[in-house]
């Protein structure tokens, strides 16, 4: 991934949030027939030795993928945080001068490492718990793996095969903005705030924007 120094992001703790929030992920890998992606829901766990950790998912048994990649090929997984055109009208220094151009500002985080398939019964299930746990941490009605019969989710379990991914490696871009000056930087921020975009959004897509200091009127004698 291309990414300009004053967009890069190595924080681990960043990087971590925006995968837990956004963790649909992407997950693409080089078979025998080419390029493949599929769309899955991952977790990322922390390591134990020192690590970058681990990410885990699982698919359909019926899902090609498995089959066709070697254990221990290379992959790789995309998480997209928010994202929002941003407009050469929300910049002051547009009216000064006229050069600026649309753009648009995003969150990513770029996972790679090699990836091994799982097929054991009690790792499934323990697997889906935990991310169904963490989707089901913050609702008032929680539902629960053992809400559903027992011969129900046995089957379901028959039915996937789950995966692990020892990151090797992470590539992380926020674009905010940061290329603009401060001034330019609020204005993305302001017209992002009455768009309705979500405080924690603003933040990562216009980090760090805050309006010019108030001028102070001169006192009296001065």
Excluded at 51 to 76: C, D, E, F, S, Y
Excluded at 109 to 136: C, K, M, N, P, Y
Excluded at 168 to 192: I, P, T, W, Y
């Amino acid at each position: 991934m291309y990414i300009p120094e004053h967009f890069r992001e190595t924080r681990i703790e960043v990087m971590r949030a925006l995968v837990e929030r956004y963790s649909l992920g992407t997950l693409i890998a080089v078979g025998a027939h080419g390029i493949d992606a599929n769309h899955i829901p991952m977790q990322w766990l922390a390591g134990t030795d020192g690590g970058l950790g681990l990410l885990r998912g699982h698919i359909a048994r019926a899902n090609p993928m498995w089959r066709q990649l070697a254990a221990g090929a290379p992959v790789l997984a995309i998480f997209i945080g928010p994202d929002q055109y941003v407009s050469p009208t929300w910049y002051p220094s547009k009216r000064e001068h006229g050069r600026a151009v649309p753009t648009w500002n995003y969150a990513t985080v770029h996972i790679h490492g090699q990836i091994r398939f799982i097929e054991d019964a009690a790792w499934l299930r323990e697997q889906i718990e935990s991310l169904t746990d963490d989707h089901e941490r913050d609702r008032m009605h929680r539902w629960r793996i053992g809400d559903a019969p027992e011969d129900y989710i046995s089957g379901m379990v028959r039915a996937i095969v789950g995966f692990e991914i020892p990151v090797a490696a992470l590539e992380c871009k926020f674009k905010g903005s940061q290329n603009r000056s401060a001034a330019d930087r609020f204005g993305v921020a302001e017209a992002l705030r009455a768009a309705g975009v979500p405080p924690q959004d603003v933040e990562q897509l216009a980090p760090g924007a805050q309006p010019a200091p108030a001028i102070s009127p001169p006192t009296a004698g001065a």
